[in-house]
């Protein structure tokens, strides 16, 4: 059974972070999320897991409106080679079903790196643990909360 908007809540609640969550329609990619809660897709957090040679996790959290280099952010981080996880990994990694993983609050505690222009940001929105769930976070939380390396994510 996949985690959920109130495993995310229990996660938060339990670091006593300060976080709203948003219901509404489903949005399964950024844009929609852009539109849906009527803020600009840089205030958009997207969560993306990538799997390295040695099938080894790593969660990276970028604007929403940013494609990641996989080539440059492998090279960047000293691995051979960075591919996207499938539906299965993400789940088995994070806890969350693809297209609702938050960038906190995980199965276990994952590498991770933040892209630093996020931190520019009071708060930004990003998976709520559901696909019609929307977290309301700092920044300044979500690179605490993963331990995650602040970088320039090519």
Do not use: C, W
């Amino acid at each position: 059974m996949p985690l959920s908007s109130k495993d995310l809540e229990a996660f938060l609640e339990n670091r006593k972070v300060n976080y709203r969550i948003f219901f509404h329609g489903e949005t399964y990619s950024a844009e929609k999320a852009s539109r849906e809660l009527g803020v600009s897709l840089d205030q958009v957090a997207k969560t993306v897991v990538f799997v390295n040679e040695k099938s080894e996790p790593l969660i990276v959290v970028v604007p929403g409106g940013r494609r990641v280099n996989q080539d440059r952010l492998a090279k960047t981080l000293g691995f051979k080679k960075l591919r996207l996880a499938t539906g299965e990994e993400v789940l088995s990694h994070t806890g969350y079903e693809a297209g609702a993983v938050p960038p906190v609050g995980h199965l276990k505690q994952l590498p991770a790196v933040v892209d630093e222009t996020l931190l520019s940001r009071g708060k930004v929105y990003a998976g709520g643990g559901a696909v019609n769930a929307t977290l309301e976070i700092s920044p300044v939380d979500i690179v605490r909360l993963l331990n995650a390396k602040v970088i320039k994510v090519p």
